[in-house]
């Protein structure tokens, strides 16, 4: 997203992926083109990064999850993926759940 490469960004979803935005949306071709608008302008309408991530022992899937900014770095939502790793080696994500921040999670607990 920061690199507004939105080629790049396709890179990383699965074939048969389903986001939740809130709906699902089903299938690569539909999440690409659902995401095609958050790269039109010159800045990042938000950002995200992992702040946590597993992998199971397997090593063929694993979850990340973490918080979603805004663009003055206030946080609006957390993020939950999971990852899939394809016979090539590659890791694309085939779950994707975003939620809206609520105060309890932009605030640490007392």
Known sequence: MADRD?????GFIADDTI?????AVRGK???VAA???????PAA???WEPEDVEVLDSGLLA?????VKNATGELI?????????EPSG????????????????AKPAP
């Not at 986001?19 to 709906?23: A, C, D, E, H, V």
């Not at 995401?35 to 039109?40: A, L, S």
């Not at 979850?63 to 918080?67: K, L, R, W």
């Open 6 to 10: 939105h080629a790049a960004f396709a």
């Open 19 to 23: 986001f939740y935005s809130p709906k």
């Open 29 to 31: 071709a539909a999440v």
């Open 35 to 41: 995401w095609k608008r958050f790269y039109d302008t």
């Open 45 to 47: 309408p938000f950002s």
């Open 63 to 67: 979850i990340s999850s973490g918080p």
């Open 77 to 85: 939502a957390t993020f939950t993926s999971i990852w899939r790793r």
């Open 90 to 105: 590659q890791w694309r994500v085939i779950f994707d759940k975003g939620n809206n921040a609520c105060e309890k999670c």
